[in-house]
Each structure stands twice: as C-alpha cells, then as structure tokens.
C-alpha cells in the first residue's frame, strides 16, 4: 500500500475548530494521560482525541484538539509529559503560534514522590514538587527529600 | 527574612571559615560568650529519640547562657493529634527564638523552614541531611589537622546507607586536593549518584576498596561509620556484614602516627573499646567540637556577637 493510499486509509475527519489549540504528534498511547494530566476532563468545551492516526514522521501519533484558550501552565504538563510533542495555538482557524516545548525547571503535582520517608508520604496538604536537575536525562528530584524521578517520557 | 540552615551546602566556604573562626574562638575563650544568649530560648523539636545531638544542641544554648524548651518523641508532640510540621513550627516560633529540628521523615525542616519565622536548624530529617554532624566533623578535622585541604581521607563500612559520609564528602569536595579513599564490603558502596555524578563527574581523585589493611597507611583521617541494623530488610545480610570491620590495636599499629580515628557515634562492634585510649582515637573529643559548633552556629542564625 502507498502512502497515500495509507493516509487515506487512515483519514479521520475532526472538525475545524476556530479558537484553541491543538496537541500534535503525541507518542501513540499517551494521550490519554495528556487528557487527564491537563485537566480536560474537567471542561465543557468540545474535545478531540484521536488516537493511533498515521503520521509520516512517527508512524502513528495522537492528538488532542481542545475548542479553548490554552492556560500558560499546560505548556509544561504537556512538555513534562512528551517534550516531543507540538502545539498549535489556533485563532480564526489559523495557527498563530507554536510554542517551544521544553522540560520545565520545576514540576508541582504532576508526578508523586514514592519515597516511603519523605514528609510528602504523610502530609498530605503539601504539594508534591520536582525540579529538573539532569535535562540531559530528564531527572528530576523532589523538593523536599531529593529523591530522583526519570522522566521515561524523555524518548529520543 | 530568617536563615535556615537545612543542608551543609546552604553555607559557602567562606562562611563555614567562619562559623569554625568562631567555634575556635569559643573553644579559646568561653567565658567571653557565656552570657551572649541570655534571654533566649531554643525549641529542640525531636519527633524521634536522640541522645548526642539533642543534649549537644541543649548543652549549647545552655553555655551560651540561653533556655531550652521542645519535646523529645512525636508521642509528646501535638504530631499525634494530627498537627502538621507547618503549624508545629507557627506555634514554637511563638515560644522561641530559634529551632532544631529532627524528624523521621525527609523534607520535614525545609517544610518548616518554609514557615517559620524563627531560624530552624535541621538536626537530622531521616536518611537525607544532617548539617550539624558535617560541621562537626569539618572543625574536628581543622581544629586537629589545622587544615581541611591537601588530605587523604578513608571512610570506611556502610557507605551506601551512611547519610553522614555523603554529607561529609559533598562538603570536603570543595577543598583543594582532597584524596578519598573508601573502604566496605561490595553491598555497602557508595551509591552512584555520589561517585558518578559528585566525584566522577568533578575529577575527584578517589579509590575503592574492601580491605582496610591495605590503605590504612596511606591515610590522614580515617572515618569510621555503623552498618545500621534498621537500613537492612534481611537480618541475615545485617548479621553477616555488621562486623565485617573492626579497627583494632592491631589495625592501628598499620596506621601512620599522624592519622586521626572519627566516627560519628553511636558505635558498636566497628572500634575496639582496646583503642579509645590511642591518642589517635579522637571520636569523643569529636562529641565536644559538635557543640562548639552548635554555639558558633546558634550565633551566626541569630546574628548575635559577643560585646
């Protein structure tokens, strides 16, 4: 089968939207956690996700398309989670920006620290927080305890 | 804003120079500053049991002629009610003017230092940090060698647990020619994010090795640690490692006249009772520079000089 033929195959047909931003070329698989890392869950706007879509580059990909205003902060929930991933932020239905993605310095309740004997095991008020210490291997360490996290989403 | 001291690094060199200037300077001249704290009162908050540096943080605001107030296990603590660190610390720096803290958990001081409005002082947070045993080693070290560079250090035993001797070797890193010699069975080694990212990675000159025969010659200061019983999840690995080494009078005969015996206390089987008299065994004088050192650092938190 050619390419074309496979993209046609393919070829799954998600409305335009015409204010928001759309989550491209996510490792197939993880758009799901994207989703609910992000909160998406939680809004009322219309969502898309689609999963497993045929990419020239990657062989498959997800994608997350979401009808509102991207909030500051997601960029790094999403560069935390798949730093390879693109965004697109869309006005009047043309893409305006593509931000850089890039592991944020400091990451607050996104990963849990699973040190039995950090104070963040039996206080649970405290919010967990890892800063980037290794950007070459994607490690971080928590705040309080300094025990260290791989991102395994650091794929090369 | 108040300083807190949470890890050994939260000091530059210059200003661990001068905290040991003034450790010497108290050990010189005591009465000068017997009543430099007259009036102020330190909160020992320890959610777990310790003899030496409680008594040896009490001992120094006590010569330093200030008060002590806390309490001794978290069962005597607000803690088993459900109060968190963060309001522990609101409510003692209504009571007092400055806090050690030790906790079973890690993280605990810097959560209350986050709060306080008084200086904290981490005595110890679990396996992680324990500033005040690392200046004590430092002054012990200066106050006996007369200098912390140009020396060749062996730690030798539970390298891999020991949060002592990763604090120790994290703070001499940043003297000039500083040679590391470690000594323990092969479970016990130092874990890599020490001898990869901290000695590797700065071109610390360092060798590992499992007999202690061998390079006790070579050696200025030998620092000497416990297989702690509750690192081990398997009694028989305890039981099998726990005497693995034990610096005797036949030992310290290999020793050059010059090096010195440290440990950070408690000991148990690891040090010969037959050597504490070698004037090479200077782990108790060790005890006395550990409270200098609180009262030279109770001192600079407080931000308080002798008239």
Known sequence: MSETEKRKQYKLNVGKIEEGFVIDHIHPGRAMKIYNDLGLDKLECSVAIITNAFSMKMGKKDMIKVEMPLREYDLDTIAFLDHRATVDIIKDGEIIERPRLELPKTITNVIKCHNPRCITSIEQELDHVFYLTDPERGTYRCKYCETEWVNQNTRK | MVRSILSPLDFSVEELDQLMDLADDIIRDPAKYAHTCDGRILATLFYEPSTRTRLSFEAAMLRLGGKCLGFHSADSSSATKGETVADTIRVASCFADIAAMRHPKEGAPLVAASKSTIPVINAGDG????????????????????????????????????????????????????????????????????????????????????????????????????????????????????????????????????????????????????????PRAVYFKQVKYGMYVRMALILTLLNIKPE
């Open chain 2, 127 to 278: 396996g992680h940090q324990h500033p005040t045993q690392t200046f004590t080693d430092l002054l012990t070290i200066r106050s006996l060698k007369g200098h912390l560079d140009n020396l060749t250090i062996g730690m030798c035993g539970d390298l891999k647990f020991g949060r002592t001797v990763h604090s120790l070797i994290r703070a001499l890193v940043r003297y000039a020619n500083v040679k590391f010699v470690f000594i323990s069975p092969k479970e016990l080694k130092l874990p890599s994010y020490i001898r990869d990212d901290l000695l590797i990675q700065n071109n610390i000159a360092f060798r590992e090795v499992t007999k202690l025969e061998d390079v006790l010659p070579s050696l200025d200061i030998l620092y000497m640690t416990r297989v702690q019983k509750e690192r081990f999840f398997n009694e028989e690995d305890y039981v099998r490692l726990k005497d693995f080494y034990i610096l005797d009078k036949k030992k310290m005969s290999m020793a050059s006249p010059d090096m010195l015996v440290l440990h950070p206390l408690p000991r148990v089987n690891e040090i010969s009772t037959e050597i504490d008299d070698d």
